[in-house]
C-alpha cells in the first residue's frame, strides 16, 4: 500500500514552467513504476509521464515530449513532473500514480492515486 499527495499546480502565463512533486508514504517507494496522468474538463484522463523504479527509463505522451521531464529521488519518496514552455491546452488536473512491477501507459494499470493538483495556464 502507498499513500500519494501532490502539490505544486497552480496559475502560470503560457510559456511559463511549473514543477510538481509526488510524496508517497511508505517503504517500498523505490519498488513503484511511477506516473503522472492529467484530466480536463470533459475529457477523458490521459497519460503524461512514467517512470521506472530506478528512474533509469522513462516514456511520455508526444503531446508533452521536449517540454516535460519526469524524474523521481527514491531517498525523499518523491516523483517530479518538471513542466516548461506551457500551453493552455496543458490545463487540468494532474494526478500521479503508482504501481508495482514495469512502468505502463494505461490509467487502469495503476492501483495507487493521489488526490490531484490544478494546473492552469492562461494565454
Known amino acids: 500500500q502507498v499513500q500519494l499527495v501532490e502539490s505544486g499546480g497552480g496559475l502560470v502565463q503560457a510559456g511559463g514552467s511549473l514543477r510538481l512533486s509526488c510524496a508517497a508514504s511508505?517503504?517500498?517507494?523505490?519498488?513503484?513504476?511511477m506516473a503522472w496522468f492529467r484530466q480536463a474538463p470533459g475529457k477523458e484522463r490521459e497519460f503524461v509521464a512514467a517512470?521506472?523504479?530506478?528512474?533509469?527509463?522513462?516514456v511520455y505522451a508526444d503531446s508533452v515530449k521536449g517540454r516535460f521531464t519526469i524524474s523521481r529521488d527514491n531517498a525523499k519518496n518523491t516523483v517530479y513532473l518538471q513542466m516548461n514552455s506551457l500551453k493552455p491546452e496543458d490545463t487540468a488536473v494532474y494526478y500521479c500514480?503508482?504501481?508495482?512491477?514495469?512502468?505502463?501507459?494505461?490509467?487502469?494499470?495503476?492501483?495507487?492515486w493521489g488526490q490531484g493538483t490544478q494546473v492552469t495556464v492562461s494565454s
Open positions: 500514480a503508482a504501481r508495482g512491477g514495469i512502468m505502463r501507459k494505461a490509467f487502469a494499470d495503476y492501483p495507487y
Open positions: 511508505g517503504r517500498t517507494f523505490s519498488s513503484y513504476a
Open positions: 517512470i521506472g523504479w530506478s528512474g533509469d527509463s522513462t
